[in-house]
DNA sequence: TCGGTTGTTTTGACAAAATCAAGACAACTG
DNA sequence: CAGTTGTCTTGATTTTGTCAAAACAACCGA
């Protein structure tokens, strides 16, 4: 509907090409639903493609999910106590922001600059390839619900 | 069978007390199969307590577990991937390493020190209560095995 | 030491999230 | 356009953990 609605499946069959994965409907489907900056269970995306693709099952997208998070073009996060997220931003290391209130995740830049995140004081030996950070807390609107003295 | 075994009993049983929790048999056995720097989970937790304590189900452990958790006496940690893992270590905001070979978690020392921990450069608001770090590589068993060049 | 209250454990059913397997099908190659 | 390879569909299964209610045990006070 958007005018450059065509533009956007060019430019995601050409990441996928870019993989080596076969340009699907389903995987661009996939990507339509993801807007910048959302973080989507498994669940979220079966519904939201299912509303353009009826024909799509919860397997597809379990698969379709992993095969790009695989191919680097989707990123997998777990916070505890939820389901599996995908959002599309990659290529940097940022963090993530959980609310406790309302699990709502937001992405923030690096602490304090990639070295601290990528060099833990004691090694054992490891090789490091990734380092996971993860804030706890309250987001503004639940701070404001819960405690609105 | 060690002679301070009984010593270890009365100081479990000290720390369920003063967490205003009862002291029940569950309980210190469950104390009881944790080793220093031992990441365990719910199931490994289970067999090893039905080792000494057949009529424990496994219910008994989640609710025991949850318990411990809840007062602040066992920590409960949620690697992607993996079913939670607790461990006895409390009260230092230490991180972990995941072995992406074996999956086994060590623990680490925090990374540059509390402060560059537990505030990200842009908090939105948010109201931050703790923050954790995961780091992901191979441990020197994997990676000696895994590239034996 | 003995009841009474309260919190804990047992038992069994249930739910959510994700994986596996096999056949049908569609996308890329030449 | 046909063949090969990878992807999707369908349905069952597994793993991890939760819920609810009744039986039970630990702690408090007399």
Same mark, same amino acid.
């Given at each position: 509907?958007?005018?450059?609605?065509t533009?956007?499946?060019e430019?995601? $069959?050409?990441?996928?090409?870019?993989? @080596?994965?076969?340009?699907?409907?389903?995987?661009?489907?996939?990507?339509?639903?993801f807007?910048?900056?959302?973080?989507?269970?498994?669940?979220?995306?079966?519904?939201?493609?299912?509303?353009?693709?009826?024909?799509?099952?919860?397997?597809?997208?379990?698969?379709?999910?992993?095969?790009?998070?695989?191919?680097?073009?989707?990123?997998?996060?777990?916070?505890?106590?939820?389901? $599996?997220?995908?959002?599309?931003?990659?290529?940097?290391?940022?963090?993530?922001?959980?609310?406790t209130?309302?699990?709502?995740?937001?992405?923030?830049?690096?602490?304090?600059?990639? $070295?601290?995140?990528?060099?833990?004081?004691?090694?054992? @030996?490891?090789?490091?390839?990734?380092?996971?950070?993860?804030?706890?807390?309250l987001?503004?609107?639940?701070?404001?619900?819960?405690?609105?003295?």
């Amino acid at each position: 509907m958007s005018p450059n609605a065509t533009d956007e499946r060019e430019q995601a $069959a050409a990441l996928l090409r870019g993989a @080596g994965l076969k340009v699907t409907e389903s995987r661009l489907a996939v990507f339509d639903v993801f807007g910048p900056g959302e973080h989507l269970d498994a669940d979220d995306v079966f519904t939201r493609v299912a509303a353009t693709l009826p024909t799509t099952s919860r397997q597809a997208v379990y698969g379709v999910l992993g095969a790009l998070a695989d191919a680097g073009l989707l990123r997998k996060i777990e916070p505890a106590g939820s389901p $599996a997220l995908y959002e599309t931003r990659v290529g940097d290391n940022h963090h993530h922001l959980v609310c406790t209130g309302c699990s709502t995740v937001f992405d923030v830049g690096c602490v304090v600059g990639e $070295a601290a995140c990528l060099t833990p004081s004691e090694s054992h @030996g490891f090789r490091i390839a990734t380092a996971e950070v993860t804030f706890w807390g309250l987001c503004p609107d639940c701070a404001a619900s819960g405690e609105p003295s």
